[in-house]
């Protein structure tokens, strides 16, 4: 009885404290199945998420957060049965930490300068916009981000003049562009595409996104999403959301 009501509490406060759903899943319940995914790329795997449902797949709970505290509060006891990220260090992390099993890129997705104007839409307009990127310290888009303007002598300048916008996340940085705070934004690819607007790839190497199984959660159903998204069914979907899907990068 105290280990089932320790579960339940843990799942009423990770839920209180974690960002969006894409669902709201009502009560805390301890046949709920929650895959944790950053929210750059998560409407790509609710894509994919939406195929493998209508082959008959089961029911899961998606959680998007930045990557950096969905990774803390899977360490901490979140009950995530899969972690699905845009991030490559922090999966690694959980893996030496025992948390995450079975860890795979299951695709490359590219960094992309996104606003609401074609005109402002490339590279040679940089270093005039007013610019939203996410933050470096805990989302790997905005580390490619912040490498790539210091690379090109922008960041600097930029945070001097305050012309550089640090999100809490990607879909934080957009908000930012369709807020008037902002011209444009360094984000995902699948981001851009999901929000629509014009987008530019930039010269950054395709970037990783990794997931793993929980240790501490198994499910079949999660065990069957993440072979689901690494194969040939997932692959078109992957593909239609900007990235190189995993059978490519293999």
């Avoid at 046949?31 to 998420?49: H, R």
């Avoid at 890129?105 to 007013?130: D, M, P, Q, Y």
């Avoid at 595409?193 to 499910?219: A, D, Q």
């Amino acid at each position: 009885m105290y280990i089932h009501a320790g579960r339940v509490l843990l799942l009423v406060l990770f839920l209180l404290s974690s960002a969006v759903f894409t669902s709201s899943p009502g009560a805390a319940s301890e046949e709920d199945v929650y895959v944790a995914v950053s929210p750059g790329i998560a409407q790509c795997v609710e894509d994919i998420y939406a195929s493998f449902a209508a082959a008959g797949g089961g029911k899961l709970v998606f959680v998007k957060e930045a990557t950096g505290p969905l990774a803390q509060k899977m360490d901490a006891g979140a009950p995530f049965a899969l972690l699905i990220a845009a991030d490559p260090g922090w999966p690694k992390w959980l893996l030496e930490r025992g948390k995450l099993k079975d860890t795979q890129v299951c695709a490359r997705g590219h960094l992309v300068l996104w606003t609401e104007k074609e005109e402002l839409c490339s590279e040679e307009k940089l270093a005039s916009l007013r610019i939203a990127s996410p933050d470096p310290e805990t989302t790997s888009h905005g580390a490619l981000a912040a490498d790539y303007l210091k690379s090109h002598g922008i960041w600097e300048k930029k945070m001097e003049s305050q012309a550089l916008v640090i999100t809490k996340n990607a879909l934080h940085a957009v908000m930012s562009v369709q807020a008037g705070s902002t011209d444009a934004a360094l984000i995902p690819e699948s981001l851009a595409i999901e929000v629509g607007g014009f987008r530019t790839r930039l010269p950054v190497s395709p970037h990783p996104t990794v997931g793993g199984l929980s240790t501490s959660f198994p499910s079949e159903v999660a065990e069957a999403f993440w072979e689901y998204l690494l194969s040939s069914n997932a692959a078109p979907l992957w593909k239609k959301w900007g990235f190189e899907p995993a059978e490519a990068v293999r």
